[in-house]
């Protein structure tokens, strides 16, 4: 009896250490594949000038991601102006102003707000936000656009990034002990004064770091995005013309990167490129994150 | 002076108020429109059967296969998710309980692996695919999500497991069990609200994600009865609908969207449910 306790404490044992190791080696094991695959490409072109290119022209072995790199900067710095005062403020009231009950109704609405898969925000963009742009918002500046174009990527992705920004403030704000902002209270402080000179002050890296993986996400989201910004290979200045992110790139050309020399390499580049950038960002915010927890 | 500090406070009061409460009008406005036009679209042909000819020219027949397709995959992943997530989380907090470090390190590294975007997965997946001989195929979708879905699972169940006291598992070991009994016996009975949560959680990103499936798991009009055989989803089939030019087939991907924001809500809805369930019976 005891010997067969053991023995499948034994196996089992293998069994969570294997499961453990395969999970935390993920992100290795993507990135060498992704990197193999991307080989015959770097060998005939160094990733630097691949990434400062910008000339595009696969059937003549041309790779330059320069404007797929814009288009995504563009399209995340857009929906990082939208989305970031959205996020502090909100994360505010709900840490400092609201009552219990009435975050025990909103808990739910963010977590729903960020379970929505990214496609139904895509519908909602090509519903809502490509028509407002063209009807509305485009005579005002008096140019005109159908409507997909880089500004609706931007609010879209803007408000596909507040529920998980949200998330990560929230818990920022909720580490700041409550006995420094009654201290500063206790000293005459006005509540707003309190939080914006103890709470707010006190959270800045956590606050810069729940922004950063904002972005980090807003970066790599894919089909949103790509059913509305148009999908135009032209770097353009102008927000209301279309753009092609680089999650649109890989998206868009599967189906024919086989049959062009070294376009299978260039897409699988794009994902390493993805994958590196959003890796590190993630793991240096968070790290900043973890720093401010044990404080 | 006292004046200005007044409305201040007022003014920022207010701002944040509305910045939250704006979430709540985002969310009932997305959900709004997508079933007003969803509903007017809607009809019980179209969940009961599979594309007919001419559908994509606005023939009869229905996306059934995209329904069944996107349930089996999330099914498969989340199975498999389940054989990788639970033991890893389970480690995590019953062997490594007394080194705070690596704990720490390792849910510093699944929280780093959560946000690498499904396009990532997908591609990958699709090399893996390459590798392994395999084309576009419900096999290759699934292992895609559920690469997708274990960090989440993972990190979901450990969150809950994480709060379950140091004494119960001290309790277990002057008992005489095994690190394993102690870590199913003990643990996985106190966390399973947490288990079920991260079972629905992981449900509802396998159903919806549309990147990942992209290259792997092709896409049909039939219903997939083998594991080698492509699958249709749910959110490539409103995908490549709404590209449609003919205004029938736009009508649809929005009836599909409507079923896929249902499917979502009754995951979540049942996960808040059921974790609340069961909080009730675990010892603190």
Not at chain 2, 139 to 157: D, E, Q, S
Request: with cysteine; hydrophobic share 55%.
């Amino acid at each position: 009896m005891i010997f067969r306790r053991i023995a499948v404490d034994k196996t089992n044992n293998v069994w969570m250490v294997a499961s453990l190791a395969t999970i935390l080696a993920l992100p290795l094991i993507i990135g060498i594949g992704l990197y193999i695959k991307s080989i015959p490409l770097l060998e005939y072109q160094s990733a630097g000038s691949l990434v400062t290119s910008s000339e595009w022209l696969p059937s003549q072995g041309k790779f330059g991601f320069w404007p797929f790199i814009y288009g995504s900067l563009y399209v995340t710095m857009i929906s990082f102006l939208l989305s970031a005062p959205v996020c502090v403020f909100a994360a505010i009231y709900l840490t400092q102003y609201a009552s219990k009950r009435i975050v025990n109704i909103f808990m739910p609405i963010v977590d729903i707000l960020a379970g929505l898969p990214s496609v139904i925000y895509g519908v909602f963009g090509i519903l809502v936000v490509v028509p407002f742009i063209s009807k509305y918002l485009a005579p005002i500046f008096d140019v005109s656009t159908s409507g997909y174009c880089i500004l609706a990527g931007g609010i879209v992705l803007s408000i596909m990034s507040i529920p998980y920004m949200l998330n990560i403030m929230i818990e920022v704000f909720n580490t700041v002990p409550i006995g420094i902002k009654e201290a500063s209270l206790s000293l005459g402080a006005t509540s707003w004064e309190s939080i914006k000179h103890v709470v707010v002050k006190r959270s800045i890296p956590g606050v810069i770091s729940a922004f950063g993986l904002g972005i980090a996400k807003a970066f790599g989201e894919t089909i949103a995005v790509m059913m509305v910004v148009g999908n135009v290979l032209k770097i353009s200045h102008n927000p209301f013309k279309g753009g092609y992110p680089l999650p649109a790139l890989i998206a868009n050309n599967y189906g024919e990167m086989l049959s062009i020399p070294k376009y299978d390499s260039a897409l699988m580049f794009a994902a390493l490129l993805l994958l590196v950038v959003i890796l590190l960002i993630n793991i240096v915010f968070r790290y900043l994150i973890y720093k401010t927890q044990i404080k | 002076m006292n004046k200005r500090k007044q409305i201040s406070e007022i003014v920022f009061k207010l701002i944040s108020g509305f910045c939250a409460y704006s979430l709540i009008g985002i969310l009932l406005f997305i959900i709004g429109i997508i079933f007003v036009k969803g509903f007017n679209a809607l009809s019980f042909e179209m969940i009961s059967q599979t594309p007919k000819g001419g559908y994509y020219f606005g023939g009869e027949g229905g996306f059934l296969n995209a329904i069944v397709g996107s349930l089996y995959i999330a099914l498969g992943a989340t199975f498999i998710a389940i054989m990788i997530g639970t033991p890893a989380a389970l480690f995590i907090n019953v062997h490594l309980v007394r080194y705070k470090r690596t704990q720490n390190t390792i849910r510093y590294l699944l929280d780093s692996l959560w946000g690498i975007p499904s396009i990532v997965y997908g591609a990958f997946g699709f090399t893996l695919m390459l590798l392994m001989g395999m084309n576009a195929s419900l096999l290759a979708g699934i292992i895609t999500v559920a690469l997708l879905v274990t960090p989440i699972m993972t990190r979901t169940f450990d969150e809950v497991l994480q709060t379950i006291p140091k004494g119960l598992h001290e309790a277990s070991f002057a008992l005489g069990s095994t690190k394993t009994e102690t870590a199913f016996k003990i643990l996985f009975k106190q966390g399973f609200s947490g288990f079920v949560t991260a079972i629905l959680l992981s449900f509802g990103r396998g159903i919806g994600d549309a990147a990942s499936v992209l290259f792997t798991a092709g896409y049909t009009d039939l219903i997939p009865t083998n594991l080698d055989e492509p699958a249709a989803t749910l959110p490539l089939a409103i995908f490549f609908q709404l590209g449609s030019p003919i205004p029938e087939v736009r009508e649809r991907a929005f009836a599909a969207a409507a079923v896929l924001t249902i499917l979502i809500l009754i995951i979540s809805i049942t996960a808040r449910i059921i974790s609340k369930r069961y909080l009730k019976t675990i010892i603190k």
